[in-house]
């Protein structure tokens, strides 16, 4: 192993084996339990189940089978296969949820029997095992440090880094178990994979074998959810990998959803985990009580996974014998969140699949109360407005009727808040008395708002927005306000004209309808709307420069909609922007010239459904030209684009409204550091206002005043500009040379300590992330030429110097660093000249002797050390021994020098003499007569030197074992533990033959085995 990877099983791995002795019935080792070693669990490492276990409980949880029966469960589990690895995953976890069903012959007789793979009712009765270290060979031989089997099954793979390996983060563990490694290596164990966990104790998080990074999340201790913790993997095994937990996640908490193209694989987080339980148990509550249909009302903030939150209790809920297969009612105020939502619950795979009959569309009024007469296990969308009244029933010719008396049927209301629901409850009351009712809302109920509790009972379930920015449920937003020439500030802001004149006399309504008429004619002004829409271009530009991703405009009304997509689209510089406003494609003509003239620039950006779903899908691909998506009312909520980072409003609304249009930007996206809400209409002028409605505790944080960001923009660049001496921070009017040996001074200050040097990447793109938010604020323009001068810092040193951590995230970054000036990052490190040539034989000479005329002490031996690092990995990329050993010696000579123990000259002195061996390494060969793949096994065989007569007998063993192996391997040769035995064997028989001491040949086999493998593997 190597040092990091000592660390690695010491620091974590170990430690977690610790933790899975206390929840589970068995740990093991995996090297105890292969093939061939006396708890043997596997007959090959091909296979990647647990047969004899498994077999144990199929026949423990479904006894009375014949023998044949189990066998055959045990063939079917072993080889479900499907095309992509993700619908075969997917086809799995049906059959865990599901059972096996299996034909046998019995007395002549074809006979079924459904065989239960877990006892998901009772935790206990199944067997838990975690195994580390666990080796596989399939495409390739891969080494997983934790699997949890449950019942014999490979459940959860966990991946861990050494948190003291200043080299390997999370990321890593995450990018291994990708797609690219480990899925493609030995796909085979990813069949049966539930989740992932990856962490390097400091950090855990889990996900799905398809989710991206952003979407691994936390599970957190609630009792201390903002507490920092030492070890949070360990906080993750009690809380989340606990028998109870884990199983309860699998069968209730794991969809699939289809977006038409990708199979996407989906894992609750932990406040929807924690709700639906709550909702599921509260709705057990009420559903045995006289008189009670009101559930609550879970408020989970816009952006959080609410949609999802009820997919997750829904599909709870119907496994409930005692509800005897509900029928589910979902309800919203409207249409097109109705279809939103629909869409949503029909592309997603149930963990226990829908038939598309189960999801229906109330289409009308009648429709709905004939919907509702059919028997139950249906789940049907409508809205609110299919509970009016008839206009029978409003001229009193008839009662509004009972449609059903069931006590079955859960009444599901999105965004239960709104007046809508207030008006038709009595109608909902009527038409089911016994239906039990469930609000949900992404918005807080208002302070004065007693209506909503009275329809549907009081939160049961909140997760605020402070609670998701802080978990990475969802992204911090910013707001600024830009005025521009007739900047308007509503007083009655998202207020509906019938309420704001309830009560008035004719006068003043008439004086407030001529007010609202006044406030149109200015918000669809076309000089207004070409300075605000100029604005929006050259913020828009400007931020797309270090900040990847799409916008929004919401307008006042359709007429400013359509001007806005007008003239945006007749500038040149401008982005490709699209409008999307309601209304046919073919109208009655207007009654005035007037209206005539606004519905002709209207209509012609009236689409069609099929048209504007193709708008969507282009807007939602990072990749298509269409950045501006331009709106009136509609998508304004609802609508889930990540990619969002801007949304420009000029557009009256506060309260509920408001927070549901700023959340378009607040959803999670690759390294997304923040939403910004660019204000034309005077919002963010007072948010207070805007927010009036709720309880100040309810909307912190919705948005933070862009002001607010710049001082810790400001804060961030002092602390960097506090790493440096004072020159660094003063580089005008400085020629080449002068500001390359400025560099050198300022990487010579923070080069010399790896806590430093981290602690210096992490700020700068801490205030590369705060820029990227604020840009293109003036404010930016004071900390960019020192941002663009450490950002230079920062890749100079990912790319001369070691110990650095890279973040792979940022090869999908959403942000970019600002255009280099002067000189160029690349042309800097060129100039060190420590880009190794194998070619150029004596390194001191070609090298060391240029590094060695350097002034910058630290710099020097961080660039030695690269140096002879590339050198060692280059020259010695076959040869496992001679790598290790200088390896180790320069990891040592430079750890002395960082601790102090060594002075600068003593290091060089140290590293020039590994440098000198280095070059000696081709006389070496030269002398021995050996080439690199004889050599590397001689430098193995060395290893045993005193076991062997002379250095004649090494180099003898060298050229036998090189002839042996070339002999005898095949194709695939390292997959097939068949092959491997017998050259293993083969290997011993040439070592006994030298006279190699027996009890030797044992110690130095696994070594001469992996030298081969790099050799011919």
Same mark, same amino acid.
């Given at each position: 192993?190597?040092?990091?990877?000592?660390?690695?099983?010491?620091?974590?791995?170990?430690?977690?084996?610790?933790?899975?002795?206390?929840?589970?019935?068995?740990?093991?080792?995996?090297?105890?339990?292969?093939?061939?070693?006396?708890?043997?669990?596997?007959?090959?490492?091909?296979?990647?189940?647990?047969?004899?276990?498994?077999?144990?409980?199929?026949?423990? &949880?479904?006894?009375?089978?014949?023998?044949?029966?189990?066998? #055959?469960?045990?063939?079917?589990?072993?080889?479900?296969?499907?095309?992509? @690895?993700?619908?075969?995953?997917?086809?799995?976890?049906?059959? @865990?949820?599901?059972?096996?069903?299996?034909? +046998?012959?019995?007395?002549?007789?074809?006979? %079924?029997?459904?065989?239960?793979?877990?006892?998901?009712?009772?935790?206990?009765?199944?067997?838990?095992?975690?195994?580390?270290?666990?080796?596989?060979?399939?495409?390739?031989?891969?080494? &997983?440090?934790?699997?949890?089997?449950?019942?014999?099954?490979?459940?959860?793979?966990?991946? +861990?880094?050494?948190?003291?390996?200043?080299?390997?983060?999370?990321?890593?563990?995450?990018?291994?178990?990708?797609?690219?490694? %480990?899925?493609?290596?030995?796909?085979?164990?990813? !069949?049966?994979?539930?989740?992932?966990?990856?962490?390097?104790?400091?950090?855990?998080? %889990?996900?799905?074998?398809?989710?991206?990074?952003?979407?691994?999340?936390?599970?957190?201790?609630?009792?201390?959810?903002?507490?920092?913790?030492?070890?949070?993997?360990?906080?993750?095994?009690?809380? *989340?990998?606990?028998?109870?937990?884990?199983?309860?996640?699998?069968?209730?908490?794991?969809?699939?959803?289809?977006?038409?193209?990708?199979?996407?694989?989906?894992?609750?987080?932990?406040?929807?985990?924690?709700?639906?339980?709550?909702?599921?148990?509260?709705?057990?509550?009420?559903?045995?009580?006289?008189?009670?249909?009101?559930?609550?009302?879970?408020?989970?903030?816009?952006?959080?996974?609410?949609?999802?939150?009820?997919?997750?209790?829904?599909?709870?809920?119907?496994?409930?014998?005692?509800?005897?297969?509900?029928?589910?009612? #979902?309800? =919203?105020?409207?249409?097109?969140?109705?279809? /939103?939502?629909?869409?949503?619950?029909?592309?997603?795979?149930?963990?226990?699949?829908?038939?598309?009959?189960?999801?229906?569309?109330?289409?009308?009024?009648?429709?709905?109360?004939?919907?509702?007469?059919?028997?139950?296990?249906?789940?049907?969308?409508?809205?609110? /407005?299919?509970?009016?009244?008839?206009?029978?029933?409003?001229?009193?010719?008839?009662?509004?009727?009972?449609?059903?008396?069931?006590?079955?049927?859960?009444?599901?209301?999105?965004?239960?808040?709104?007046?809508?629901?207030?008006?038709?409850?009595?109608?909902?009351?009527?038409?089911?008395?016994?239906?039990?009712?469930?609000?949900?809302?992404?918005?807080?109920?208002? &302070?004065?708002?007693?209506?909503?509790?009275?329809?549907?009972?009081?939160?049961?379930?909140?997760?605020?927005?402070?609670?998701?920015?802080?978990?990475?449920?969802?992204?911090?937003?910013?707001?600024?306000?830009?005025?521009?020439?007739?900047?308007?500030?509503?007083?009655?802001?998202?207020?509906?004209?019938?309420?704001?004149?309830?009560?008035?006399?004719?006068?003043? $309504? =008439?004086?407030?309808?001529?007010?609202?008429?006044?406030?149109?004619?200015?918000?669809?002004?076309?000089?207004?709307?070409?300075?605000?829409?100029?604005?929006? $271009?050259?913020?828009?530009?400007?931020?797309?420069?270090?900040?990847?991703?799409?916008?929004?405009?919401?307008?006042?009304?359709?007429?400013?909609?359509?001007?806005?997509?007008? %003239?945006?689209?007749?500038?040149?510089?401008?982005?490709?922007?699209?409008?999307?406003?309601?209304?046919? =494609?073919?109208?009655?003509?207007?009654?005035?010239?007037?209206?005539?003239? !606004?519905?002709?620039?209207?209509?012609?950006?009236?689409?069609?459904?099929?048209?504007?779903?193709?708008?969507?899908?282009?807007?939602?691909?990072?990749?298509?030209?269409?950045? @501006?998506?331009?709106?009136?009312?509609?998508?304004?909520?609802?609508?889930?684009?990540?990619?969002?980072?801007?949304?420009?409003?000029?557009?009256?609304?506060?309260?509920?409204?408001?927070?549901?249009? #700023?959340?378009?930007?607040?959803?999670?996206?690759?390294?997304?550091?923040?939403?910004?809400?660019?204000?034309?209409?005077?919002?963010?002028?007072?948010?207070?206002?805007?927010?009036?409605?709720?309880?100040?505790?309810?909307?912190?944080?919705?948005?933070?005043?862009?002001?607010?960001?710049?001082?810790?923009?400001?804060?961030?660049?002092?602390? @960097?500009?506090?790493?440096?001496?004072?020159?660094?921070?003063?580089?005008?009017?400085?020629?080449?040379?002068?500001?390359?040996?400025?560099?050198?001074?300022?990487?010579?200050?923070?080069?010399?300590?790896?806590?430093?040097?981290?602690?210096?990447?992490?700020?700068?793109?801490?205030?590369?992330?705060?820029?990227?938010?604020?840009?293109?604020?003036?404010?930016?323009?004071?900390?960019?030429?020192?941002?663009?001068?450490?950002?230079?810092?920062?890749?100079?040193?990912?790319?001369?110097?070691?110990?650095?951590?890279?973040?792979?995230?940022?090869?999908?970054?959403?942000?970019?660093?600002?255009?280099?000036?002067?000189?160029?990052?690349? /042309?800097?490190?060129?100039?060190?000249?420590?880009?190794?040539?194998?070619?150029?034989?004596?390194?001191?000479?070609?090298?060391?002797?240029?590094?060695?005329?350097?002034?910058?002490?630290?710099?020097?031996?961080? &660039?030695?050390?690269?140096?002879?690092?590339?050198?060692?990995?280059?020259?010695?990329?076959?040869?496992?021994?001679?790598?290790?050993?200088?390896?180790?010696?320069?990891?040592?000579?430079?750890?002395?020098?960082?601790?102090?123990?060594?002075?600068?000259?003593?290091?060089?002195?140290?590293?020039?003499?590994?440098?000198?061996?280095?070059?000696?390494?081709?006389?070496?060969?030269?002398?021995?007569?050996?080439?690199?793949?004889?050599?590397?096994?001689?430098?193995?065989?060395?290893?045993?030197?005193?076991?062997?007569?002379?250095?004649?007998?090494?180099?003898?063993?060298? *050229?036998?074992?090189?002839?042996?192996?070339?002999?005898?391997?095949?194709?695939?040769?390292?997959?097939?533990?068949?092959?491997?035995?017998?050259?293993?064997?083969?290997?011993?028989?040439?070592?006994?033959?030298?006279?190699?001491?027996?009890?030797?040949?044992?110690?130095? $086999?696994?070594?001469?085995?992996? /030298?081969?493998? =790099?050799?011919?593997?």
């Amino acid at each position: 192993m190597t040092p990091s990877e000592l660390n690695e099983e010491k620091l974590v791995e170990i430690p977690a084996e610790h933790t899975f002795s206390e929840l589970y019935d068995d740990v093991k080792y995996d090297p105890d339990i292969r093939p061939g070693r006396e708890l043997q669990e596997r007959d090959s490492l091909h296979e990647v189940l647990l047969k004899r276990r498994l077999r144990q409980k199929l026949v423990e &949880l479904n006894p009375g089978n014949p023998d044949i029966v189990y066998d #055959i469960a045990v063939q079917k589990i072993e080889l479900i296969s499907e095309p992509t @690895l993700i619908e075969t995953n997917r086809a799995f976890h049906q059959m @865990l949820l599901s059972g096996i069903k299996v034909a +046998y012959q019995e007395d002549n007789q074809t006979k %079924y029997s459904v065989m239960k793979l877990i006892d998901f009712d009772n935790p206990e009765k199944n067997d838990f095992i975690a195994v580390r270290q666990f080796l596989l060979v399939q495409h390739e031989e891969r080494r &997983l440090d934790h699997v949890i089997f449950v019942n014999g099954i490979p459940l959860i793979i966990l991946e +861990y880094k050494s948190m003291a390996d200043k080299n390997a983060t999370i990321v890593d563990a995450f990018h291994q178990l990708g797609k690219t490694k %480990y899925q493609r290596d030995i796909p085979i164990i990813f !069949r049966y994979n539930a989740f992932l966990v990856i962490s390097d104790r400091l950090n855990a998080k %889990y996900g799905t074998i398809n989710a991206p990074f952003e979407r691994f999340s936390d599970w957190n201790d609630l009792t201390q959810p903002d507490k920092k913790v030492a070890n949070r993997l360990e906080i993750l095994q009690k809380l *989340l990998l606990n028998k109870t937990t884990i199983l309860d996640v699998i069968k209730n908490f794991i969809e699939y959803e289809s977006d038409g193209k990708n199979l996407i694989k989906k894992i609750c987080q932990q406040h929807q985990y924690h709700a639906v339980n709550t909702i599921v148990k509260k709705t057990s509550d009420v559903y045995s009580q006289q008189g009670e249909n009101r559930i609550g009302v879970v408020w989970h903030t816009t952006g959080s996974g609410k949609s999802l939150t009820m997919i997750y209790y829904v599909n709870s809920l119907s496994q409930i014998e005692k509800f005897e297969n509900p029928t589910f009612i #979902i309800i =919203t105020d409207r249409r097109d969140l109705d279809e /939103q939502l629909n869409h949503f619950f029909r592309i997603a795979g149930f963990p226990y699949p829908k038939p598309e009959t189960a999801i229906l569309e109330a289409d009308s009024i009648l429709d709905l109360r004939e919907k509702l007469q059919v028997p139950s296990g249906k789940i049907i969308f409508t809205t609110i /407005q299919k509970f009016q009244t008839t206009e029978e029933e409003r001229e009193g010719k008839v009662k509004y009727p009972k449609i059903s008396d069931r006590r079955n049927i859960i009444i599901i209301a999105d965004e239960a808040h709104r007046s809508q629901y207030k008006k038709m409850a009595q109608n909902l009351q009527t038409a089911l008395p016994n239906a039990l009712r469930i609000g949900f809302t992404g918005t807080p109920i208002e &302070l004065e708002d007693r209506s909503t509790t009275q329809v549907f009972g009081d939160i049961i379930s909140s997760y605020k927005i402070p609670e998701a920015v802080r978990d990475g449920a969802t992204v911090q937003i910013s707001c600024e306000t830009h005025p521009v020439t007739l900047l308007l500030l509503n007083k009655f802001i998202g207020k509906d004209f019938e309420e704001i004149t309830q009560g008035l006399d004719e006068e003043n $309504v =008439t004086t407030l309808a001529r007010r609202g008429a006044e406030f149109t004619k200015l918000v669809e002004d076309p000089d207004r709307i070409k300075t605000i829409a100029n604005d929006i $271009v050259s913020h828009f530009n400007k931020k797309q420069k270090i900040f990847k991703g799409k916008a929004m405009i919401a307008t006042s009304t359709k007429l400013a909609a359509a001007r806005f997509a007008d %003239y945006i689209s007749s500038l040149k510089v401008a982005p490709e922007c699209t409008c999307i406003v309601s209304g046919a =494609t073919s109208q009655k003509p207007e009654s005035t010239p007037e209206k005539r003239t !606004r519905e002709a620039i209207i209509q012609k950006h009236y689409k069609d459904k099929l048209t504007i779903e193709n708008i969507l899908t282009r807007f939602k691909d990072e990749n298509d030209p269409l950045s @501006l998506l331009i709106v009136c009312d509609m998508y304004l909520t609802g609508f889930d684009a990540p990619l969002i980072h801007t949304m420009y409003i000029d557009k009256p609304l506060r309260d509920h409204n408001l927070i549901q249009a #700023i959340s378009r930007v607040n959803r999670v996206w690759k390294n997304k550091p923040g939403g910004a809400i660019i204000d034309y209409i005077g919002i963010a002028d007072d948010l207070d206002r805007a927010f009036s409605a709720y309880a100040q505790d309810d909307v912190k944080g919705a948005m933070i005043p862009t002001a607010e960001i710049i001082e810790i923009m400001k804060k961030k660049h002092s602390d @960097l500009i506090n790493f440096f001496d004072p020159k660094i921070s003063n580089r005008q009017g400085l020629d080449e040379s002068q500001e390359l040996q400025l560099i050198y001074d300022a990487i010579d200050e923070i080069v010399y300590d790896d806590i430093v040097k981290r602690e210096f990447i992490k700020i700068v793109t801490e205030l590369t992330k705060a820029y990227a938010v604020c840009t293109p604020h003036p404010s930016c323009l004071d900390v960019e030429d020192d941002l663009r001068f450490f950002q230079k810092l920062r890749k100079i040193l990912l790319k001369a110097t070691s110990n650095v951590p890279v973040d792979l995230t940022e090869m999908e970054s959403a942000i970019s660093d600002l255009v280099e000036q002067g000189i160029g990052a690349d /042309q800097v490190v060129k100039g060190f000249k420590i880009s190794f040539d194998p070619k150029k034989q004596d390194i001191s000479k070609e090298y060391l002797n240029d590094i060695k005329k350097l002034k910058q002490k630290n710099l020097k031996a961080e &660039l030695a050390y690269k140096l002879l690092d590339d050198a060692i990995q280059a020259k010695f990329k076959r040869n496992l021994v001679k790598r290790k050993s200088f390896q180790d010696r320069i990891e040592e000579a430079l750890s002395k020098y960082h601790a102090r123990f060594w002075d600068n000259d003593d290091t060089i002195q140290k590293l020039e003499e590994v440098g000198k061996e280095i070059t000696n390494e081709s006389s070496r060969e030269q002398e021995l007569g050996l080439n690199d793949e004889e050599i590397a096994f001689y430098d193995v065989v060395s290893l045993g030197k005193d076991y062997v007569k002379s250095d004649a007998v090494i180099k003898q063993i060298s *050229l036998d074992l090189t002839k042996y192996l070339k002999g005898n391997i095949r194709i695939d040769w390292i997959n097939q533990e068949n092959i491997k035995a017998e050259i293993r064997m083969g290997v011993r028989k040439i070592l006994l033959r030298a006279d190699f001491p027996t009890d030797k040949i044992e110690e130095i $086999v696994p070594k001469i085995m992996d /030298q081969a493998e =790099t050799n011919y593997g």
